[in-house]
């Protein structure tokens, strides 16, 4: 069973940095693709980055130039950093990784960010 735990949200102004935290353990692809995805408040859920184990990243457009996501397979650990933030940033900031191999997605529980203007 695969298991994933968010951390580093928090309580930022406007313009203030964050980095995410998401774990990963338990058994799993080496082939997968790792996403985080924001939950904003009364919101569908929505995909705001994702990387594949073979390097390739996508962003929504609302986050290019401001947020990156990046991988440390020594430690099951994908990282978000966002950057300039802003208020409509805020939101449940959720991981997920994709097994391609089983075609499911494993959740984490989410970590709050709330940004302030």
């Known amino acids: 069973q695969v298991q994933l735990v968010e951390s580093g949200g928090g309580l930022v102004q406007a313009g203030g940095s964050l980095r995410l935290s998401c774990v990963a353990s338990?058994?799993?692809?080496?082939?997968?693709?790792m996403r985080w995805y924001q939950q904003a408040p009364q919101k569908r859920r929505e995909l705001v980055a994702s990387?594949?184990?073979?390097?390739?990243?996508n962003y929504v457009d609302s986050v290019k130039g401001r947020f990156t996501i990046s991988r440390d397979n020594a430690k099951s650990t994908v990282y978000l950093q966002m950057n300039s933030l802003k208020p409509e940033d805020t939101g449940v900031y959720y991981c997920?990784?994709?097994?391609?191999?089983?075609?499911?997605?494993?959740w984490g529980q989410g970590t709050q960010v709330t940004v302030s203007s």
């Open positions: 997920a990784l994709y097994s391609i191999q089983e075609g499911r997605y494993y």
């Open positions: 990387l594949t184990s073979g390097g390739n990243t």
């Open positions: 338990g058994r799993f692809d080496s082939i997968n693709v």
